[in-house]
């Protein structure tokens, strides 16, 4: 099922807000004028057509000005059914439309009030809000492991959202929220069912190995006992990540010529990097990426000392890198 995104599909215009052409409504309306005349004065209809085909008859001048008036009234009327369509609305018109969801313009700046001249709050622009209004009904059901994730992420902060298109059928929605708050700490987070009835959320911080501290998971802890975020069906019990410890170690060999200390530093930062992208719940460090990474640094041969094989870890675990040792040697 594709779905369309303002701003990145053209959509046409329906034919309910459709203008009559100029010449097509011209001749309609001669045809009826003669018409009328007809079925009232027959003798005349005919002197009537002659001369309604004259472009310089005043008759003639006054339809044309007539069937101009006609489309400016529907111009007109057209525009304000098009402002009830969410795709075209603006302004006061797509704030209404937001609230079928659910949903107001989010405050990007709240201005200040108490200047002079007063400084007004900078709202989210129309395509950005007409781009959430779209988004809304494809929102995570409630109790869903989407939701849950979600939940662990936000913990009910109120964040500035902005949506926006870089490339063509890629989206990306950003929520900034205070570096200060809870939902700042969490790296990663996850819910899994470990009995009927009940969920394990597990949290994973950006500080240290991931270990998140005690005050961070009762914040969490605080979230998910609020009635309007767990559902009543569910028992929500948060722990920590439990934290996989490894170790890279690599013996790159490369060619006479290039500087060693260069494409040593080059493999630590790239295999840094990746060790990186694996701290996550449910990450896998493969053996595989780690041979690939030092060929890319510029290695001809590659011997991994360590991890020999891929590391997997569940749901409630995640890898953490201790340490990357590179040794470069001279073919």
């Known amino acids: 099922m594709s779905m369309l995104i303002p701003g990145q599909n053209q959509l046409a215009p329906p034919d ?7 010449e097509p409504l011209l001749a309609q309306f001669k045809a009826f004028v003669v018409d009328y005349v007809a079925t009232r004065a027959p003798q005349s ?7 309604l085909d004259n472009e310089s008859e005043l008759l003639t001048l006054a339809l044309e000005a007539f069937c101009v008036r006609l489309q400016t009234h529907e111009r007109k009327y057209n525009a304000r059914i098009q402002q009830m369509l969410a795709w075209w609305a603006t302004g006061s018109n797509l704030d209404a439309r937001l609230a079928d969801m659910g949903l107001e313009r989010q405050v990007l700046d709240p201005g200040d009030p108490a200047a002079f001249p007063p400084v007004p709050p900078t709202l989210e622009s129309d395509d950005d809000a007409r781009l959430r209004y779209y988004l809304a009904p494809h929102a995570p059901a409630a109790g869903s492991r989407m939701q849950y994730r979600r939940e662990v992420f936000t913990l009910g902060e109120r964040p500035v959202v902005k949506v926006q298109s870089a490339a063509a059928g890629v989206v990306t929605v950003s929520y900034t929220f205070d570096p200060d708050g809870y939902a700042a700490q969490v790296k990663d987070g996850n819910a899994r069912r470990t009995a009927p009835g009940e969920v394990m959320v597990t949290v994973l911080s950006r500080s240290g190995n991931g270990t998140p501290s005690t005050d961070l998971l009762d914040g969490v802890r605080r979230h998910f006992a609020r009635p309007d975020v767990r559902p009543e069906t569910d028992w929500v019990t948060v722990q920590g990540a439990q934290i996989v410890p490894y170790k890279i170690r690599v013996v790159a060999r490369i060619n006479a010529g290039p500087d060693s200390g260069l494409t040593q530093v080059a493999a630590q930062q790239l295999l840094q990097r990746y060790a990186e992208s694996c701290h996550r719940l449910e990450g896998r460090v493969d053996p595989s990426w780690i041979d690939y990474t030092i060929h890319t640094a510029g290695a001809t041969q590659l011997e991994i000392l360590e991890p020999l094989a891929p ?21």
Do not use: H, M
């Not at 309910?16 to 100029?22: H, N, Q, T």
């Not at 209809?45 to 001369?51: Q, R």
């Open 16 to 22: 309910l807000i459709a203008v009559d052409e100029f």
């Open 45 to 51: 209809a005919a002197k009537l057509k002659v001369s």
């Open 311 to 331: 590391i997997i870890t569940t749901a409630f675990q995640a890898p953490y890198c201790t340490g990357v040792e590179v040794q470069v040697l001279t073919l």
